[in-house]
């Protein structure tokens, strides 16, 4: 495998665990309380985001619970029944980093999320540098420009496809298995790319639950590895709630 080979293979394997830390650990575990996971779990997966996305646990919470409160009306942060399709697939982050700029919103909705020495001395802090520090490592594991290439597309891979793609084509196209209030749909197969957040109608109609296909065709990889986790003792699956926030 030559330099280019491996720096592609390393950007798509470290975006694959970003993706992974997104949906297990802010979607499902902190925004909607499906699963508790072990402290070592929660410690990588808050690392690798800050090194990965630069995100704020409080604030993606807060504003996934508001779109949740508010799907697809006025107060939505990013339906593209509101601002536009086009709109939530290339500037799903921008929508993203306007909504939390709302301190109020984040306190409101941001409840129950991590507060400890570390989030608000480190994380919340300096959320710049880590994806400084990712970039620095990529520059030291390969030449100057594939290392920003790798970078770029460790940056690039959550503002598409989770802030824009799942957001965005989520409440636009596909199918859907419930007939739930807002636009939500299914959009299969990227299971892979997604790690299951395409299965967007499904979580809409059960947003207390951990996994999120229903059909025995629909792939649903952060289910997997919520499982595997749950076997090695380092997560525990919630049942259903009533209430969240």
Same mark, same amino acid.
């Given at each position: 495998?030559?330099?280019?080979?491996?720096?592609?293979?390393?950007?798509?394997?470290?975006?694959?665990?970003?993706?992974?830390?997104?949906?297990?650990?802010?979607? @499902?575990?902190?925004?909607?309380?499906?699963? %508790? &996971?072990?402290?070592? $779990?929660?410690?990588?997966?808050? #690392?690798? +985001?800050?090194?990965?996305?630069?995100?704020?646990?409080?604030?993606?919470?807060?504003?996934?619970?508001?779109?949740?409160?508010?799907?697809?009306?006025?107060?939505?942060?990013?339906?593209?029944?509101?601002?536009?399709?086009?709109?939530?697939?290339?500037?799903?982050?921008?929508?993203?980093?306007?909504?939390?700029?709302?301190?109020?919103?984040?306190?409101?909705?941001?409840?129950?999320?991590?507060?400890?020495?570390?989030? @608000?001395?480190?994380?919340?802090?300096?959320? %710049? &540098?880590?994806?400084? $520090?990712?970039?620095?490592?990529? #520059?030291? +594991?390969?030449?100057?420009?594939?290392?920003?290439?790798?970078?770029?597309?460790?940056?690039?891979?959550?503002?598409?496809?989770?802030?824009?793609?799942?957001?965005?084509?989520?409440?636009?196209?596909?199918?859907?298995?419930?007939?739930?209030?807002?636009?939500?749909?299914?959009?299969?197969?990227?299971?892979?790319?997604?790690?299951?957040?395409?299965?967007?109608?499904?979580?809409?109609?059960?947003?207390?639950?951990?996994?999120?296909?229903?059909?025995?065709?629909?792939?649903?990889?952060?289910?997997?590895?919520?499982?595997?986790?749950? #076997?090695?003792?380092?997560?525990?699956?919630?049942?259903?709630?009533?209430?969240?926030?």
């Amino acid at each position: 495998m030559n330099e280019i080979a491996r720096a592609l293979a390393f950007a798509v394997v470290t975006a694959h665990i970003t993706t992974m830390c997104v949906t297990i650990y802010l979607h @499902r575990a902190m925004a909607h309380r499906s699963l %508790k &996971l072990h402290p070592i $779990v929660s410690f990588f997966m808050r #690392l690798w +985001l800050w090194l990965g996305t630069g995100m704020v646990t409080k604030e993606w919470v807060a504003c996934h619970r508001k779109h949740h409160t508010f799907t697809d009306v006025e107060g939505d942060p990013h339906s593209p029944r509101l601002v536009g399709l086009g709109t939530v697939v290339f500037q799903g982050m921008f929508l993203y980093t306007e909504a939390v700029k709302d301190k109020g919103m984040v306190e409101k909705y941001g409840k129950g999320t991590p507060d400890d020495w570390v989030e @608000r001395h480190v994380y919340s802090k300096y959320r %710049k &540098l880590g994806i400084g $520090v990712l970039l620095a490592t990529d #520059l030291l +594991l390969f030449s100057v420009p594939l290392g920003l290439l790798a970078w770029g597309i460790q940056m690039v891979w959550i503002p598409f496809f989770a802030a824009g793609v799942v957001n965005g084509i989520g409440h636009a196209w596909g199918y859907r298995n419930f007939n739930s209030k807002d636009q939500s749909h299914n959009f299969s197969p990227f299971g892979i790319l997604l790690a299951g957040e395409e299965l967007h109608n499904n979580h809409h109609a059960d947003i207390t639950s951990a996994r999120f296909s229903r059909k025995w065709w629909e792939v649903d990889f952060g289910w997997l590895y919520i499982q595997i986790l749950s #076997l090695l003792g380092l997560a525990k699956i919630e049942p259903a709630k009533v209430s969240l926030y």
